[in-house]
């Protein structure tokens, strides 16, 4: 097990993944709520936040979800790269997922109706990438 002072590089990457998902929840998702709640009340019309069926809302819970999704294999992926594998090099692989996935929401669009897969492939692909590198190094290094 490398010393705690190495593992410094993957505690700022967590903190840094949790501050992304938070600022998803509290800030993307939630602002859009309160948002399109207010324009819905503008035109007379009533919001139904899960089953009404508007595209920004279900682009931005779609986003929220997705990140959500992925917060365990890449956490568990990050964490057994840096014990059994490479403290250094489980930092440079976390930082690059989690700045792929702030641009997760930017790629996938505002609508759900027009999400592009390709543009969203930019983020996804190499984020599996990203944990199955690190996933495969910490078996590596621990069998090897």
């Known amino acids: 097990m490398p010393d705690l002072a190495q593992l410094h590089g ?12 938070y ?39 779609r986003a929220v979800a997705n990140t959500h999704e992925q917060m365990g294999p890449f956490l568990a992926s990050l964490w057994l790269f840096a014990i059994f594998a490479s403290p ?18 930017l790629l996938l669009g505002r609508r759900v109706s027009k999400v592009q897969s ?7 692909f190499p984020c599996y990438a990203i944990i199955f590198t690190m996933l495969g190094g910490a078996v590596w290094a621990a069998l090897g």
């Open 10 to 21: 993957p505690l700022v990457v967590t903190v840094a993944y949790f501050a992304l998902w």
């Open 23 to 61: 600022c998803f929840l509290f800030g993307l998702q939630t602002r859009t709520k309160y948002r399109l709640k207010a324009r819905y009340q503008r035109e007379g019309r009533v919001f139904d936040r899960y089953f009404g069926g508007d595209e920004e809302m279900l682009a931005v819970d």
């Open 88 to 105: 250094t090099s489980a930092t440079w692989l976390g930082a690059a997922y989690v700045v792929l996935r702030g641009a997760y929401p």
């Open 118 to 124: 390709k543009r969203v492939a930019f983020v996804t």
